[in-house]
């Protein structure tokens, strides 16, 4: 029978559950939140990766970019099962048409105004940093789901101990002690964590809610026993889409898709329409789903018009859900943002910001506070952290910024290109794994985020040699999208050399 | 965490990542008991799953011993089991 534990403290339990569980999904969940962060501006990115498709005044009309996507995926043979329009909006610059044969897929981006296929560099564009943020990258993604499920798990469990465990939660709201030390890394832990309490708390489970049906399927698969009675009535209460069916067979012209949409539009206002499916595209049994805009909406449950697809007429009005699924919705809606203006967006990545930050802290704070005692009683690992830290927290940010920089450097008609993007992140990143392993910590740090400061304030210049558009240019021909994403590598680039700085001045304190 | 033993420690981990687990998915399961539309109780049975997870890993770390820890996630379990073979549907 195992000994009995000492009765002291739950706090003193939290504390070790919250250390054990920190350490162990820390460079994990930063990377995550990290690039979790950067998602929320996924389509400005995207744009500013995609220089080439000019900016147009104001976007197109909602009838004539359909028309168009729908002309060039017409073209495609044998005919695809499946369409779908994504429409340019005031983010997205371009339309983008994507069609579905079974495993098989492709899309086309094209100019709204126009429909002419636009020009562009392959690269993944802020989607790459979406995708990694959930399923990470090089993994299947069910697995990359599982990982990043159990990883938002623990951060729950890690946010429920942090709170238990805090003694003095309103008087260290107001303490930031700065000279720096173990006291430092504390009070920015505790900071960062108080400050954005509620978002982090809404985050993580608003994301969790995001995998739970590959999570937890149990009650759908007692309540439905059979898989295809399950994915039809729950998905109705979930997702903007009719399932597929098989083709009668016969073909027939499809019918205008843009009055569809005017009628859409009669309904939800002028940027009500998202995107538009359209099931069995060439056969009679065609059908299509007009989807509403995320932007105007609190939740993510279903809205969508369906209609006949040769003859044109509507067959269903989708816009209630049962509580429940509206709940879920909105808490999905939560997670994601769409719906958010400018300033509320910039409110949500600096609050992500604040969680990366939180993580960051925690896991220098581990170090720190074993680091004034004799080499003997240190943990074992705390070498291996120390040096890991520096990889996992600065190496990213080298990492993001080695991948903007290749969007830049790489040769336009490299085969693969977007391929090639997503190597040199991860080369990078491990490039900064060797060099932490080699490097005294204190230097490791200042070098790595030094790199890191540069390569983000050099950021514009590159932009201002190797491409047309650029901050300076966009500060002359208003071209926002690209005068943000510029000026704020710099200014996470300037945050960066200061960390340096101080890195250096605590290593020459240390010695 | 330091005075106690790693076996006690092993099976707090037990406690919270698969009791916790299995708790979730029962909980899942259970709120098909709820008078709610089949489909609404499903999707209410995963949201509450996530919480059911976090706060049983929270017991298994938070009570006096490991064996405290055990035996609540195992009268967790038999109550949310009881439900769910209760209202199953």
């Not at chain 1, 992500?352 to 939180?358: E, V």
């Not at chain 1, 050399?497 to 304190?509: E, F, N, W």
């Amino acid at each position: 029978m195992p000994p009995r534990e000492p009765a002291a403290g739950l706090r003193r339990r939290m504390a070790g559950l919250h250390t054990w569980a920190g350490l162990l999904l820390g460079w994990l969940s930063y990377a995550v939140v990290l690039t979790g962060a950067l998602s929320f501006f996924r389509e400005e990115l995207s744009v500013w990766m995609r220089p080439e498709a000019s900016r147009t005044a104001a976007p197109a009309e909602t009838a004539v970019q359909v028309r168009h996507m729908a002309a060039v995926l017409a073209g495609i043979e044998p005919p695809p099962h499946q369409w779908i329009l994504e429409l340019a909006d005031g983010r997205r610059e371009l339309a983008t048409a994507i069609w579905i044969r079974g495993a098989d897929h492709g899309e086309r981006r094209l100019r709204p105004g126009t429909g002419a296929a636009a020009a562009l560099r392959d690269t993944r564009g802020g989607d790459f940093f979406y995708r990694f943020h959930y399923q990470l990258h090089h993994l299947p993604h069910r697995l990359g789901r599982w990982i990043v499920g159990a990883c938002a798990m623990g951060l729950l469990v890690l946010l429920i101990s942090g709170v238990v465990l805090h003694r003095r939660f309103f008087a260290d709201f107001f303490t930031l002690r700065l000279r720096g030390g173990q006291r430092s890394w504390l009070d920015a832990h505790n900071v960062s964590a108080a400050v954005a309490l509620p978002f982090h708390f809404l985050i993580v489970y608003s994301g969790l809610v995001m995998l739970m049906f590959q999570y937890l399927p149990w009650g759908s698969i007692a309540a439905y026993p059979l898989p295809q009675e399950r994915r039809a009535a729950l998905l109705a209460q979930t997702d903007a889409s009719v399932p597929l069916t098989a083709p009668r067979g016969t073909p027939a012209a499809l019918q205008d898709l843009g009055g569809m949409v005017r009628l859409a539009e009669a309904r939800w206002g002028r940027d009500g329409v998202s995107h538009v499916i359209v099931n069995n595209p060439a056969d009679a049994s065609a059908l299509v789903t007009v989807v509403r805009s995320p932007r105007q909406r609190l939740s993510s449950s279903p809205q969508y018009l369906l209609f006949d697809g040769v003859g044109g007429s509507l067959l269903r009005v989708q816009e209630e859900v049962g509580p429940v699924a509206q709940a879920r919705g909105i808490l999905y809606a939560l997670h994601m943002g769409r719906f958010a203006d400018p300033l509320l967006r910039w409110l949500y990545f600096l609050s992500s910001l604040l969680c990366a930050a939180l993580v960051w802290t925690g896991l220098v704070l581990w170090v720190a506070k074993r680091s004034d005692v004799t080499a003997a009683a240190r943990p074992a690992g705390w070498h291996a952290v120390r040096k890991l830290n520096v990889a996992g927290l600065a190496g990213l940010s080298v990492a993001i910024a080695a991948f903007l920089w290749s969007n830049r450097l790489l040769p336009l008609q490299l085969p693969q290109r977007g391929e090639w993007e997503v190597q040199v992140f991860f080369a990078a990143w491990g490039l900064s794994v060797v060099h932490a392993l080699l490097r005294p910590a204190a230097q490791a740090w200042r070098e790595q985020l030094g790199c890191a400061a540069a390569l983000l304030v050099l950021l514009p210049a590159a932009g201002f040699a190797l491409c047309e558009r650029h901050l300076f240019a966009g500060l002359r021909d208003g071209d926002w999208v690209f005068v943000g994403v510029e000026s704020t590598a710099v200014a996470l680039g300037l945050l960066h050399g200061v960390a340096a700085l101080r890195a250096g001045r605590a290593s020459a304190r240390q010695r | 965490m330091a005075a106690d033993s790693q076996a006690a420690v092993a099976a707090r981990i037990g406690a919270a990542v698969l009791g916790g687990y299995a708790l979730a998915a029962l909980a899942s399961v259970a709120c098909l008991a709820l008078p709610l539309p089949t489909a609404e109780a499903v999707l209410a049975g995963m949201l509450t799953g996530f919480v059911v997870h976090a706060l049983a890993a929270i017991w298994a770390f938070g009570a006096r011993s490991a064996a405290r820890a055990w035996a609540g996630i195992l009268l967790a379990a038999a109550s949310l089991a009881l439900t769910a073979v209760a209202g199953g549907r």
